[in-house]
Structure formats: C-alpha cells, structure tokens
C-alpha cells in the first residue's frame, strides 16, 4: 500500500508573469474555490434542484512582503490605477506597449491581463501540481499597516485580490 503525504502549506511558489519582482516576496496564496448556480423547482410535495448554467470562481488573494522600497506594492498599485485610468488616458496607456520601432497595431502588448502559476511542492520540495490562473487582473490591493507596538519587527504585509477567466489544474 502506498503511503499518501498530505499537502504542505508552506511549500509553494507562485509566478506572476506580468510582474516577476512579486514572485520572491508571496507569504501566503489561497487555492480558490468553485460554485455553480441551481434553479429551483416546486412541486406540490417539495422543491427540486436542477444544476446551474454558469461556473463562478473565487477571488484569488495573495498575501506579499513589503519591501522596504515598497517595490511590489507600487507595481500592483500602478497596475490598477492604470486599470482605472482616474486621472487621464495616459495612465491607461501604461497598460499596452509597443517593440523598438514597431508601428503596426498587431505589435500592440497588451498587459491588462496576466497569467500566474501556483506551483505546490511535494515532500521531497519537487514541483507536482500546477494551478495554472488565466487572464488574471488585480481589483484590490490592501493597506500597509505599520506599527511600533510590537516586540518582534516583523516585515509587514499586504494583499492583493485577483479575478481571472479560470484556471486549470495540472500533475505535473
């Protein structure tokens, strides 16, 4: 009989393709959930189910270091502002570049949109199962909270809330 190891919380990596810096600094990511509507049917004697048409994921939310530069913070801040374009069309034009010397709008990279990997590690710290997340865009970043208070300095934290088209799980 084969002995089964359960899943270490603590070995993992996760990648971020739009930005690479975030990658060294993740604390802590969640494997988000699934759901499906139903419909309802009465009867005379009880209410039937019937299966929904429309697959909803859960956000995913990555906790991450605070650099003292506050380098990934000002990344995913940038991000959304440029998302969101508050103040003028150029922030949003942050969002697309073009090649050295390219003039065609087919060589137009769009960047609003990213995919990620979670990699889970098995005992042995062997990547075996892949959470591969597309078209993934930030729509929150938490606040820094910063404290003299306590007795151990600790880094502080923060985190940012993702959705995403879906994702695909891998054994890799």
Partial sequence: MATTNFLSPIEFKFVLSRLPSVEFFVQAVNIPGASSGFSEFPTPF??????GDKLMYDDL?????????????KEIQAWIVAL???D????????TTRPPGGVNTADVVNTIRSDASLILLDSNKNASI?????????TAISGINLNTAGTDVTAPTFDITFKYASYDIEVM
């Avoid at 009880?46 to 299966?51: G, N, R, T, V």
């Avoid at 991450?64 to 380098?71: A, F, K, Q, Y």
Wanted: hydrophobic share 40%; net charge negative; charged share 25%.
């Fill in 130 to 138: 892949q959470l591969k997340f597309k078209d993934m865009f930030p």
């Fill in 46 to 51: 009880k209410i039937l189910y019937e299966p």
């Fill in 88 to 95: 003028n069309f150029g922030q949003y034009r942050t969002l």
């Fill in 61 to 73: 939310v990555v906790t991450v270091l605070c650099d003292e530069n506050l380098e990934a913070f």
């Fill in 84 to 86: 969101t374009y508050p």
